[in-house]
């Protein structure tokens, strides 16, 4: 699949969607980004987000709520569903709507999911203290951390707490005298 301005046109993509989505691909076509890399970049960005929207006062009771929240705000897709399933926080996004996503949007000629989102939305759930997840999926013993469904790309993250402990980034911030 190559880039597509039509499709992202139709999905109502805005340009950092396209930014995103683009330099994704690009970086994972050239290898330049590997997944391992991707995870960690994007688990680190969720918790600077949820840092940032703490600063700004808002909390969430839920996982549900917090994404919902995120959603709105970044128009991720159209429709995003977050449920509680067993020890695990499933969230359902609409595939034909998303406008980050590296293959459908950005072009990316890969079979892998190299969807940013899944270390994202889990560094925003931990960096906003409602859960700690599940560190880490062994993708070379089968164990991945997303699936297509019904136009849908659904995301299982196993819960390991409740509760997360917020790591503050004290080192980055100045210390009052």
């Known amino acids: 699949m190559m880039w597509d301005v039509e499709r992202a046109l139709k999905i109502n993509a805005n340009a950092y969607h396209v930014y995103i989505a683009c330099m994704l691909a690009r970086q994972m076509e050239t290898g330049v980004l590997s997944l391992d890399v991707l995870r960690e970049a994007m688990e680190h960005t969720g918790r600077c987000i949820a840092e940032y929207v703490s600063a700004h006062g808002l909390s969430f009771e839920s996982a549900e709520e917090a994404l919902q929240f995120l959603n709105d705000l970044m128009s991720f897709t159209d429709e995003l569903v977050v449920e509680q399933r067993g020890g695990s926080v499933e969230v359902r996004l609409d595939r034909e709507s998303c406008r980050i996503c590296p293959r459908?949007?950005?072009?990316?000629?890969?079979?892998?999911?190299?969807?940013?989102?899944?270390?994202f939305f889990k560094g925003y759930l931990e960096g906003l203290g409602l859960l700690k997840l599940k560190e880490k999926y062994d993708m070379e013993e089968g164990e991945m951390p997303a699936k297509h469904e019904d136009d849908q790309c659904i995301f299982a993250y196993p819960v390991a707490e409740k509760k997360a402990e917020i790591k503050k980034r004290q080192e980055s911030r100045p210390q009052a005298k």
């Open 104 to 119: 459908d949007t950005g072009g990316l000629k890969s079979p892998l999911s190299a969807c940013p989102l899944i270390g």
